[in-house]
């Protein structure tokens, strides 16, 4: 039942659909059932019971195949971010739902840094390309009329682009800092027949998208989620944490990483970051 694989930058994640997901009975503790019953909003108990069966499911793959689901019991670390806490010590995990999709990721290794972020390529309202992406990222790649040559590496794995960050002995700027390592993508020439998309291009909802999933990511990994300003974290061809996302960077002290992003299926996009060890 789990799709479970490995990323290039040493990640496990397990992707799954919410209609797979067992009954909570069969793999929830007794305290997590009754956190289940007490969500209202029917698609708020779908993610979040479905991101704990990609968790656990995951987590069991990983370190003991014999290991009961209810004795998984995810809880949180000091940052917000799920851990489990059980096995020879305490275990990241990260979490992510988008449209029938669920994922989890983990690391069978010590992890520090660890995000993901799922999400489907559709146009969106303007005020989201206004409010949540500086200019200079929007116009990285749109100006270049490129859109990316995907190139497949198994089922629902098409690997795009790659961040890393800076060594520690580079420098910080006043107001963030700039992760100085490799960066690249893969491009062919978008055809006539890629369509506009209300006001914005083809190639437009396809940077943004990938853009998006790389802050989510991020911001994940910091243990800040969207409580933090999504402007706090500017992506070029360097990553530049901002203000709390700065902040939460050096408390976390400030960890080297590699930041991946494939293309899933053939709507989405996947982002995942985790510390380089």
Not at 58 to 74: A, F
């Amino acid at each position: 039942m789990e799709n479970i694989r490995t990323l290039r930058n040493g990640l496990r994640i397990n992707i799954l659909r919410s209609a797979q997901i067992p009954p909570p009975e069969k793999f929830l503790s007794a305290d997590e059932l009754k956190k289940f019953s007490g969500f209202r909003i029917e698609k708020r108990k779908s993610d979040w019971l479905g991101g704990r069966y990609a968790a656990k499911t995951l987590l069991r793959e990983l370190l003991d195949p014999s290991l009961s689901l209810r004795e998984i019991e995810i809880s949180y670390d000091l940052f917000g971010r799920p851990v489990w806490c059980g096995g020879l010590g305490l275990h990241l995990l990260t979490i992510t739902h988008s449209g029938p999709f669920c994922a989890a990721a983990a690391r069978t290794g010590p992890c520090v840094f660890l995000g993901i972020d799922l999400e489907k390529i559709e146009p969106r309202v303007k005020p989201w390309y206004e409010d949540y992406f500086h200019k200079s990222e929007l116009a990285l790649e749109v100006t270049s009329n490129k859109l990316p040559l995907f190139l497949k590496e198994g089922p629902g794995e098409i690997f795009t682009t790659f961040h890393s960050s800076n060594s520690p002995s580079s420098p910080f700027t006043k107001r963030g800092t700039y992760g100085k390592g490799n960066s690249y993508s893969i491009q062919s020439p978008v055809t006539n027949q890629s369509p506009a998309t209300g006001h914005r291009s083809l190639a437009a909802i396809h940077l943004a998208t990938r853009l998006w999933t790389k802050k989510e990511a991020l911001l994940k990994a910091l243990g800040l989620g969207l409580k933090a300003d999504p402007l706090d974290i500017k992506i070029g061809k360097e990553i530049q944490f901002l203000n709390a996302a700065l902040k939460r960077y050096k408390e976390l002290g400030r960890p080297q990483y590699l930041l991946e992003t494939s293309r899933f299926e053939t709507e989405y996009y996947l982002s995942a970051v985790a510390d380089t060890g």
